[in-house]
């Protein structure tokens, strides 16, 4: 089967074509070279305009929100540590990670209860780091010398006091506003994940380590708020009492209602 197509000539040169280009506004056929209406004098060539111009418009509105992307992108491509920083961090973190398998005295070692115990505590200092950064402020992770040696005593199983504060993020920022907000981000996300964990613990699935997720995020946020010293809760508590009672309250709620239900 074939079919046979009357060519068709170009309304400007003459030249045929078997498939000619077919102008949108003025309906009539061109060659290739006089398809668009600039060039053939489209008695409708102003329409022609106007379609570009708009979009070129819209062009430009994807591009902006594209540029907004690459912000964001520029942004987290800033966030900078330093080999010390790393090193601080690791060494606190597995001390935390010990301290938090000591509760039940070593018995019961799994991925699922290391990465509760190592979450509670990174993304709380983390949460300091980022915000402070975002305010174009300096923040880095640093041990503390005795809050280390406190806290790896913390590891040992026979101890019933457990104390966790082998270091924190020391944050240069402008405004005491920016300090007080980058002070309560870290219990902030203790609170968030303890939450998220006790209604998935109830509401979900019942599970030992969505139990343990919301009791040490719960005792996380808790201890970083008592307003002592460098704890994040003498920040908060000179910045804003009202914001440091509320999330005490609820650090406090969190912390008894999983025993409860």
């Known amino acids: 089967m074939y079919y046979i197509i009357n060519s068709l000539k170009c309304k400007i040169c003459g030249i045929r074509e078997n498939l000619p280009f077919e102008c949108t506004y003025c309906k009539n056929s061109f060659c290739y070279i006089h398809r668009l209406p600039h060039n053939h004098d489209c008695i409708f060539l102003n329409l022609y305009h106007k379609k570009e111009i708009s979009h070129k418009q819209g062009f430009l509105k994807d591009n902006h929100i594209s540029l907004a992307n690459v912000k964001n992108l520029v942004y987290f491509s800033k966030l900078k540590s330093s080999h010390i920083e790393i ?7 597995f001390l935390v990670m010990l301290v938090g398998l000591s509760l039940n005295g070593y ?3 799994s991925w699922h209860f290391l990465v509760i115990f190592i979450s509670a505590f990174l993304v709380h200092e983390l949460a300091h780091k980022f915000l402070a950064q975002y305010y174009k402020g300096w923040a880095e992770f640093r041990l503390d010398v005795s809050g280390l040696f406190i806290t790896a005593f913390s590891a040992i199983p026979m101890n019933p006091f457990k ?37 998935v613990h109830n509401f979900v699935y019942s599970s030992p380590y969505f139990y343990t997720g ?4 719960a005792w996380i946020a808790l201890f970083n708020l008592i307003p002592f010293g460098v704890l994040d809760g003498q920040k908060i508590f000179r910045w804003n009492k009202i914001y440091w009672t509320i999330m005490m309250a609820c650090s406090m709620g969190l912390f008894i209602l999983p025993s409860v239900f």
């Not at 090193?87 to 973190?93: E, G, Q, V």
């Not at 919301?214 to 995020?217: G, K, R, S």
């Open 163 to 199: 104390f966790i504060a082998p270091g924190a993020v020391r944050v240069r920022v402008s405004t005491s506003n920016q300090f007080g907000k980058v002070a309560i981000i870290g219990p902030l996300t203790n609170l968030v994940m303890g939450f998220s964990f006790f209604i």
């Open 107 to 109: 018995r019961h070692i």
């Open 214 to 217: 919301a009791t040490f995020n």
């Open 87 to 93: 090193l601080h961090l690791s060494l606190a973190t």
